[in-house]
């Protein structure tokens, strides 16, 4: 919980841009929803070189985990880092056969992050695109699922 406030602040730095072109950009309310969901037992703090540097969750839920809450600053995007820590959630071997699940906004280029890894569209809305990704360890070989996804 003694982190909470800086995965907010960061939150709102990093989705500000997509929630503006969506006219759904509130200050307050960015910060707040994050709050609200955040569970300190399901979320991870990423930390380059000692610093803050981002978050991930993967929260159980009873048909699937969602991965929430990954976010990384701004400075550190396009690195390979977010490549790096979403490979790693989907290596753990207490997730074989798992469903996973997550929203991402519409226009994010996120979407291409979890394209790349093997995330394919459920749904979506004018806010929110729903993509979801079955874990099968049997299938991974040196790190690298073989339907080729990274």
Do not use: K
Not at 19 to 35: A, F, I, K, S, T
Not at 83 to 101: K, P, Q, T, Y
Not at 106 to 112: F, I, K
Request: with cysteine; hydrophobic share 45%; charged share 25%.
């Amino acid at each position: 919980m003694a982190d909470v406030d800086a995965v907010a602040e960061l939150r709102a730095v990093v989705l500000r841009a997509d929630l503006e072109q969506l006219g759904r950009y509130d200050p307050v309310r960015v910060r707040q929803r994050l709050r609200d969901g955040f569970d300190p037992a399901h979320t991870w703090v990423i930390e380059v070189g000692g610093a803050f540097a981002g978050c991930v969750a993967l929260r159980p839920a009873q048909d699937a985990h969602w991965l929430e809450h990954f976010y990384l600053a701004p400075h550190l995007q396009g690195s390979g880092l977010g490549s790096a820590v979403l490979r790693h959630l989907l290596e753990r071997g207490d997730l074989a056969g798992a469903l996973i699940r997550l929203n991402v906004l519409q226009g994010s280029p996120a979407r291409r992050l979890y394209e790349r890894h093997g995330f394919r569209v459920e749904s979506e809305d004018l806010v929110d695109v729903f993509m979801a990704r079955r874990i099968n360890s049997a299938s991974w070989e040196n790190g690298v699922p073989a339907d080729g996804a990274r």
